[in-house]
């Protein structure tokens, strides 16, 4: 159903004025998946590349160098308004200026293929770059995105790139309010309502600037034997500066022709093909030009669903040697047919594209199609599975791993936004079981580096439209999801349909994750005896499955809870048996997560030098896989045993990097903790004024979360505070609670009131903390 007839329903049925409209509209777009394709943005903390043959617009320049505020650089398409902006940001680093921070997007305002990227998304991007946690992102409005990135942006000397904009409306939430920022935008329509913005239109080259870049490319000697000639050849494709360098690049690759030769081979193309656009005349003289494995490269490379690509995607498009499409690609750059977004990173603009699309569709069949793109999805999942085997061998993808652990995690990180446009592309198309193994390898990597939305949204598409093992592993992953954000109810009911559906379906390994994953939640909520009846009917299950990576997982969970209820040496054997199995099977995710279990029992047997050792070398391994939630815990846990071994500043610096990470992944209960550590220490410091804001902040999270034992040990934290700063009242209330938390939970009474207040050097035991459990 057309959006404009949902919205008329709506008013004829509902009475509706244009704001609420504007509403059903939206939610037409998110039913019918357009939502969902205009949040998938690539938002770069870096420009694009400059363009080595940049020629004239001194004036231009001049007004953008002018000084900070709004420039909206305004022009049809092809008139090189993208290459103004980037050269005149290149010049103006290269001077010294807006150092602070660099942003770019292409907001899609004219893309055929996508629908424009929506302002919401783009603040994500921005404000993850500005180090603001996924959660927080995820939970405001558009209005408060942009309020946020206002604010941080504030007495910084940024430069943002706002490229092909639509309309006011997709602009006006982007722009920052620092004097000291400069944004670039560009369109091709005029955008007259944007607050203080200098307007910059863009026009034609002039008839000297197209004689400047045919010297440049062609030779200053050919250019000059045939002045009249050259003009002709600049007017016949209408001195568009996109026209002009594709012909110039037909010049120089024909030493041997006359300029001549040239105008007459444009003017019968002109008059055979009857074109009116400079830019399709010059890409169908280019397009012509090219070998025939050239044109396949170039026209199969429009297939492409992401932003941008290397050189191994278009050879699994083309389906050739990566070498060769590699030099397909050089050369298809030097012709102007491809530019250049990054080292080894091509892209089409947006017109050169349309001409592509176009070659695509009278040139290969659709079953030609299909295949391409199915060499492509085969491609992007070979390599992401190869790339996770690296990290993490236990996961035994059925691939050969990439060369170094360094390679795998640059290439996750690069092509994760193509990663998730084909996770669209191939659910609104088709690809439904390459969809739902993607959902298989990228699972563990959207959930250690917080890409919670992103997550959310892949399982969407697989439940959406796998098979129904497919939509038991989607509502799976989806409780994993939930119990990362802290949505402890939502988790469990997620697990609980997975289970009937594994049970449905005969997957008892399904089962016995369920049941693990369900025990997490449990744990985290303090029902201990219930959390520990589900890790033993997982243990159960993963040993008559001989599934020793599920088994390893689960006997550290349990692990875990003996430690929660201060039976250490329990804890102590459990994770003994978890990390032999963790080593034999090669996870080393669950490797590390075993050894900061084992170093906060350490810890809290007052043993700070072992425990030390034990987080040191589970830091190591979340840093190799950057696993980015593990290192948050760890590093709190260690900032605190280094206080007790007289690291004072360390051990803060750690508290603070702690707390940075535990925000940038979104993961509220993580957050929680590092507060609570932070305060603990900065009370035992001699600090309590300090640590309140921290205790407070914890009690808050674990109040929205329902982590009882986060929150019992916030309100002891908080006690210990105001204890030390003579508040004695309030702190007996604060205990009182906290005593009465901790007995609703079974758990031993901690000491942290009277623990904060102790010389360093005390010998008492240290309050259990809350060790990270395994997700399997």
């Known amino acids: 159903m057309d959006a404009e007839l949902v919205v008329h329903i709506a008013r004829v049925l509902l009475g509706e004025e244009d704001a609420t409209a504007a509403e059903w509209r939206l939610a037409h777009q998110v039913i019918t998946g357009v939502a969902t394709e205009a949040e998938i943005v690539r938002v770069n903390s870096s420009l694009p590349d400059d363009i080595a043959e940049f020629t004239g617009r001194a004036d231009e320049l001049d007004m953008i160098l002018a000084g900070p505020g709004v420039v909206v650089i305004e022009g049809m398409a092809g008139v090189g308004k993208t290459v103004l902006a980037t050269r005149a940001a290149h010049l103006l680093l290269r001077q010294g200026n807006y150092s602070d921070l660099q942003l770019s997007v292409n907001l899609r305002g004219y893309d055929r293929e996508r629908p424009p990227a929506d302002p919401a998304a783009v603040l994500d991007g921005f404000l993850r770059h500005l180090g603001l946690s996924g959660d927080r992102i995820h939970a405001m409005s558009l209005a408060a995105r942009g309020a946020a990135f206002r604010k941080l942006l504030v007495g910084r000397k940024a430069l943002v790139l706002l490229d092909n904009a639509m309309s006011e409306d997709q602009v006006r939430p982007l722009l920052p309010e620092s004097p000291d920022a400069l944004v670039l935008v560009t369109s091709r329509r005029t955008l007259p309502e944007l607050p203080g913005a200098r307007r910059l239109p863009l026009t034609v080259f002039g008839q000297n ?88 490269t170039f026209r199969l490379t429009a297939l492409h669903p992401g932003p941008d690509f290397g050189a191994d995607a278009a050879a699994a498009l083309a389906g050739v040697d990566p070498d060769l499409a590699q030099r397909h690609l050089d050369d ?43 060499r492509l999805f085969d491609h992007y999942l070979q390599t992401a599975a190869a790339a996770r085997n690296t990290l993490n061998p236990a996961e035994r993808h059925e691939c050969a791993p990439v060369a170094s652990v360094a390679d795998a995690r640059a290439w ?58 497919d939509q038991g592993a989607a509502l799976h992953n989806l409780g994993r999801v939930h119990w990362r954000l802290g949505d402890h109810d939502s988790s469990l009911d997620h697990f609980a349909r997975a289970l009937e559906i594994h049970r449905a379906t005969g997957n008892r390994a399904g089962e016995a994750a369920a049941f693990n994953n369900m025990g997490n939640v449990h744990q985290r909520l303090g029902h201990y005896a219930l959390a520990l009846q589900l890790y033993l009917r997982a243990l159960v299950l993963r040993r008559e499955l001989g599934d020793r990576v599920g088994e390893g997982a689960t006997v550290g969970n349990v692990g875990i809870i003996y430690h929660r209820m201060g039976r250490y040496q329990e804890a102590f054997l459990h994770y003994r048996q978890a990390l032999v199995i963790r080593r034999e099977v090669g996870d080393r995710e669950g490797e590390g997560a075993v050894l900061a279990n084992i170093a906060e029992t350490h810890q809290c047997l007052q043993q700070w030098r072992p425990a030390r050792d034990h987080y040191e070398q589970a830091l190591a391994i979340f840093d190799e896989l950057d696993d980015r939630s593990n290192r948050s815990y760890a590093l709190a846990y260690l900032a605190q045993v280094l206080m007790r071994l007289g690291f004072t500043k360390l051990a803060l610096d750690h508290h603070d990097e702690a707390l940075a990470l535990a925000r940038e992944v979104g993961e509220l209960s993580v957050e929680t903790e590092a507060l609570n550590r932070y305060g603990e220490t900065l009370t035992a410091l001699g600090r309590p004024a300090s640590a309140r804001p921290f205790h407070e902040r914890a009690l808050e999270l674990a109040s929205q979360t329902g982590i009882r034992f986060e929150r019992a040990r916030a309100l002891d934290g908080l006690a210990a505070a105001l204890s030390r700063a003579g508040r004695h009242e309030e702190a007996l209330r604060h205990r009182a609670e906290a005593v009465a938390l901790f007995a609703d939970l079974n758990l031993p009474v901690p000491s942290a009131s009277r623990e904060s207040a102790r010389p360093l050097d005390t010998g008492r035991a240290a309050t259990p903390g809350s060790p990270a459990p395994a997700a399997r």
């Open 412 to 469: 996750l990180e690069t092509e994760h936004t193509n990663l998730m446009a084909i996770a669209d592309h191939t659910a609104r198309h088709g690809w439904h079981r390459h969809t739902a193994r993607l959902m298989t390898i990228l699972a563990k990597h959207l959930d250690m580096t917080g890409r919670h939305h992103d997550a959310i949204t892949l399982y969407q598409h697989v439940l959406n439209t796998g098979d129904l093992a």
């Open 209 to 296: 600037e197209v004689l400047d870049l045919l010297r440049r490319s062609a030779g200053a000697d050919l250019i000059a034997a045939d002045l009249d000639t050259a003009t002709r050849i600049g007017e016949l494709v209408g001195r568009l500066p996109l026209a002009v360098g594709l012909v110039a690049g037909i010049i120089a690759d024909r030493p041997h022709w006359t300029l001549a030769d040239h105008l007459l081979r444009l003017t019968e193309r002109h008059d055979h093909r009857h074109l009116d656009s400079g830019v399709e005349l010059a890409l169908d003289l280019s397009y012509r030009a090219l070998p025939a494995g050239h044109q396949r």
């Open 332 to 374: 298809l750059l030097a012709d102007h047919l491809l530019q250049l977004k990054a080292p080894s990173r091509y892209e089409l603009h947006d017109l050169v594209r349309v001409f592509a699309d176009a070659r695509v569709v009278d040139e290969e069949p659709k079953s030609a199609q299909r295949e391409a793109l199915t």
